[in-house]
């Protein structure tokens, strides 16, 4: 516990923070761009209004040593880990300069030598395989960790109690972080859990259990901090319930989100923009007035165009690249 | 008659099938508020309340389990699966549970059930999101699996799977969905299990197949026309009863076969349909069998890369100039 | 709660727990015997050592009207839901005189005339089914409860959690029944859950969770009732955790239980045997002498013999039968 | 070489392999303490340590989900499936993730894993713990599917699995544990995939089988020979990869062959081998190639419909007599 109370964010830390945040919206608001423009396609999900929350988790965690795995709202992590951006846009668009070479897409983003394994589209599916990511730390003696997000329908999954509780009988050192967003697809968070304080279902399993704010970038770093390190050093598991909420719609296609809740409750959620509110903390703390942000934005903005230019300029794969990567070592029987 | 889309035919004959018995009921997720991915539930909601349109949490294999065991008091679930590619989650309850509980009990009990969504590739979906699974179900004794193609197919045989008192994989297809026939409209039209449709008579070639990949070899049959060459289409629709009659029928007419499906190509049900027809017919074959089928490669993203993989009719008719 | 204040036991009700548990546990011998004369197979499971949990639920409920679930170590529910013992010892040995007429063996029983539906063979799969139960009830608008039994073991399996996420969210009158024999197969509970408590895992969805022991027959019956008429009355779930014990091997087949007990264990363990409390009890209320009580179980024991020779003359099925009951309305493709 | 059961083939194959590479550990139900319900691990925990003999709660997707994961950190998991009937509870972890993620990594992760187990029908298990899983295996890209017939391709095939940088589905037979055979004792004996294995050469017609249906065959071969026909056994041994070559050459020497299996008749895998031999071989055959499954239904527990159910020598034998 030591470790977190020496925690006082530098200036600088702040300003990357913000920049970060700033440069994951613009980016989230360039894949809707690419989407509305054919230029990508499938299932697109942006993480809108959820920045905080990575944000936190990847600045507690080692980048490029600690496993990180998600589902497939998975552009933040993927650019937060160091995920050339431009190969980030590349693969969403179905381009050869993705890190799957557009085989992926939008939802399966993976960069093995960030450590990040993706990235992946079954609702909940994923989350033995962090717990398998966390088997195998331990079985090498290793100090990482595994950062499991998942969202809070994913929550309801078997698999998910399974890995939890044998997670806790092995003391895997794997961390489950809920991203609660109250929603998932359609479906509030009142329809489709029991008992809504998700953070409960750690318990069964002799795992500690908390829910914690994911809207404040500062106090989601610390509490992300405080977490990370205690399971460093007790090599056992920890379920966190993050408060979060999307702007936007499930995916890029969820064009009416008045099926699910009103322009008001937005409206009420668009108080708690964690960009907002860390800007309100960078004015109070004299770190940055609201010209500089203005500029950082605009900077950003420009960024993102390029990148974006730079995505386009990728190729699309070959038609002969089809039967590549199917195994390590064969090709398929091809032809139809 | 009237013209309808695939999807309102779906729907229809569930509005049907819920106002004329009040044991049937629907579940899945987002169906009812959020209306369905596809739009098939829309509506369903405010016409049957909460009671009869449940919205479920993401728990595949739960939630068809929990269908499966109302079916065993007597009510008629229909299950919506999202994409037929999560009901992969829920094979266990499907295959070691519906499908063998009337087998089991030495026909104490039956499961009364409709397991029902679109099957196959959409558009960039990716790998996870694209499976054909159609066959796989086929394979399993205790289930009845139905691929219409036809928005007027799609009406008749489900409501006959809604009535059916056994387990009924009901395979839908993204790409049917705001297709367009002539339906029917008297709400007790249905089609009988186990029959094949003529889709096209013609005399060189057969082209056999379900659900899109008919349209498929529509087209293919209007290419061979323009090469003189006559195809007869037949459409499948039931997997699982089988209507072999028809298939080896037209297949002794024509003395040729191609069968063509979406499904990966090797392992596919189509293998069976393959193996049916030289089985059974393999003193009036003029040439061997062809098949096309998906490349057997998981689904990829690019939209380049996913249309290699999805069979169309330029690769049907190089099937059949291999055998003419 | 008025209700279980008003539960005293007759003479009349403990002469027939006390039958009925001898009845069990001398018919169980019999499959083992039938199981070592090579006239069963497969898989057999015997209840010996739980016999007061089956007791104590199945006259808790309305018979016949109440829907009953549980896994492959079925012969208690289905005896003492009425199905004719004759019935069920073919059944297990594959004669045409079982409810299944020799398909469905041991581990399928099935009654539908008495509501009891199985028998089923995949660790934790029928539980959902019994949520399915529960749901047509309370659909209907139906007073049914639906009787849930697991193992310990199965209590792990995810479909379980997802289940009693929907049970709770729903208000599925369904009462889920871990059976806590402190062993699974060949592994102990604090080699397969995290946290040994089991009844816990109802916590998290919202559900009255309680654990409660399963060797006394008489408390089990009273907390069975008090829990039957509150599900009833309340029409919401119930997750109870019943402590109990197997002093059988996992199944017929498995005749080295020192791989995972001692003898030692199993010696304290008999002191719990669910018979012998149940005797004692019997004389304090000055019920019945052991005189009387060894004639009843010669009595039993006699008639579980004639159960048997019944059941050996009811012939195999014929072979024909193989087709019957894949489909209700057709015949599959046949031939090989 | 040492005369070994199939069982203990298997065994000294995982101690091999165990001891040659510390990455490979074991994971499944009731392995360790237990020494698993076929006894193959039997030892092994004595041996390698809990740490290395990881017994699991009862959880199949969960535990293939973690196994899979910690393989694509590196780590080579052999997970056993107490039967391959479990399996179907961890499809979605082995078809959706394990197979998938080297094509949707665009080749960047891998899943050097095994999936090891019984499949097929035992004695009296029922009709839920009687699958024959392999063919659904095979029909998915990214797997290799194996099934060995004697304890030396048991010992070969098994080290090239463990060995193999993508997961493999390995399937044993509960038949097949206590046969034996001469087994190469080299603790670098490994076996190729995708390479068929001529069980018996013959001149008259060829039997293509794989697992413990090769033992069927062989009888049936023997009672052939009474009749005065020669039959060649190929042993398939590889569904994924298969070695078409080996089994269109017995083809095209034989002109005749029956495919057989003993999964259910209708669209297993074994339909697949049967359209590939009808597409490639059409001209050298003499007779329509004959199939020989299990019975389409549920398996039944009594002992008389269960042998009903099982394919034997007697049922390939009649099914060669309609085609010679
Ligand atoms: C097994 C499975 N079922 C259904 C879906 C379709 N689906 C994709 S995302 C989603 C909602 C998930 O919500 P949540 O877990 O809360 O994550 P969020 O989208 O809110 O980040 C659904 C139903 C799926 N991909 N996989
Ligand atoms: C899905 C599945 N996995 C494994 C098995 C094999 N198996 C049968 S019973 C059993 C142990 C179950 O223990 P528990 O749930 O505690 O019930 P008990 O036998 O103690 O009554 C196992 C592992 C199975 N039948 N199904
Ligand atoms: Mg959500
Ligand atoms: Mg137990």
Chains 1, 3 share one sequence.
Request: charged share 25%.
């Amino acid at each position: 516990m030591a470790k977190q109370a020496v925690h006082t964010e530098t200036p600088a830390e702040l300003e990357q923070y913000f920049r970060e945040m700033l440069f994951i919206r613009h980016f989230e608001e360039k894949c809707n761009f690419s989407y509305r423009q054919g230029k990508s396609g499938g299932y697109l999900h942006v993480y809108i209004g959820m920045e905080a929350l990575a944000i936190g988790w990847l600045h507690a965690i080692r980048k490029g040593h600690d496993y990180v795995i998600t589902a497939y709202r998975d552009h933040a992590h993927a650019l937060l880990l160091g995920t050339d951006p431009v190969a980030v846009m590349a693969e969403i668009c179905g381009r050869v300069a993705g890190p799957s070479r557009g085989k992926g897409g939008s939802m399966h983003l993976y960069d093995k030598k960030n450590e990040f394994y993706g990235g992946w589209g079954i609702v909940g599916g994923h989350v033995p395989l962090g717990g398998g990511l966390a088997f195998a730390a331990k079985y090498r003696g290793e100090d990482r960790v595994c950062i499991n997000f998942m969202g809070d329908g994913a929550s309801n999954q078997g698999v998910v109690f399974e890995t939890l509780n044998m997670a806790g009988l092995w003391d895997l050192p794997c961390i489950f972080i809920v991203e609660n967003n109250e929603i998932a697809m359609g479906t509030r968070l009142e329809y489709h859990a029991a008992d809504t304080q998700l953070w409960k279902r750690g318990l069964p399993f002799d795992i500690k259990s908390e829910r914690i704010d994911g809207m404040d970038a500062i106090q989601m770093k610390r509490d992300a901090q405080r977490i990370v390190d205690w399971v460093r050093e007790n090599q056992k598991p920890y379920f966190v319930e993050v408060m979060s909420y999307r702007f936007a719609g499930h995916g890029a296609a969820d064009n009416d989100r008045s099926l699910y809740r009103s322009k008001d409750e937005e409206d009420e959620n668009w108080k708690r923009d964690p960009i907002a509110r860390l800007e309100t903390e960078l004015e109070k703390r004299n770190i940055m007035n609201r010209e500089k942000m203005e500029a950082i934005e605009q900077e950003i903005i420009g960024e993102v165009d390029a990148i974006y230019e730079k995505a386009m300029a990728s190729p699309h794969p070959s038609p002969e690249e089809v039967y590549d990567n199917v195994y390590s070592d064969m090709e398929p029987e091809k032809g139809h | 008659m009237a013209v309808m889309s695939y999807r309102d035919a779906v729907r229809q004959s569930i509005v049907d099938e819920m106002e004329r018995d009040g044991d049937v009921f629907m579940m899945g997720e987002d169906i009812g508020r959020y209306k369905g991915t596809f739009r098939v539930s829309e509506g369903l909601l405010e016409k049957f309340g909460e009671k009869r349109i449940v919205d479920t949490p993401i728990t595949e294999c739960g939630f068809t389990g929990i269908a499966i065991g109302a079916a065993m008091a007597g009510l008629r679930p229909i299950v919506e699966m999202m994409t037929m590619s999560f009901s992969i989650l829920a094979l266990d309850q499907i295959i070691n549970h519906a499908a063998k509980v009337h087998y089991m009990t030495g026909g104490q009990i039956t499961v009364p059930m409709v397991v029902r969504g679109p099957s196959g590739a959409a558009n960039q979906l990716s790998a996870q999101h694209s499976h054909s699974m159609e066959g796989w179900y086929a394979h399993v004794p205790g289930l009845k699996v139905i691929a219409p193609t036809t928005a007027d197919c799609a009406r008749g045989l489900l409501k006959t799977a809604i009535r059916d008192n056994n387990p009924v994989i009901f395979v839908e297809n993204p790409g049917l969905y705001a297709t367009k026939t002539e339906v029917s409209e008297d709400p007790n039209y249905t089609i009988p299990f186990g029959k094949a449709r003529v889709a096209k008579e013609g005399k060189d070639v057969s082209l056999i197949a379900y659900s899109r990949m008919v349209h498929v070899c529509m087209k293919a049959a209007e290419g061979l026309e323009k090469r003189g060459i006559d195809a007869e289409v037949i459409d499948v629709r039931s997997l699982l009863p089988l209507d072999t009659e028809t298939i080896f029928g037209s297949v002794r007419k024509t003395h040729r076969a191609v069968v063509v499906y979406e499904d990966w190509r090797s392992g596919a049900f189509g293998a069976e349909i393959h193996s049916r027809i030289n089985e059974n017919c393999f003193d009036d074959l003029d040439a061997p069998v062809g098949r096309v089928g998906g490349l057997n490669v998981p689904m990829p993203y690019s939209r380049v890369l996913e249309l290699e993989c999805i069979p169309n009719d330029g690769d049907v008719l190089a099937a059949v100039d291999k055998i003419v």
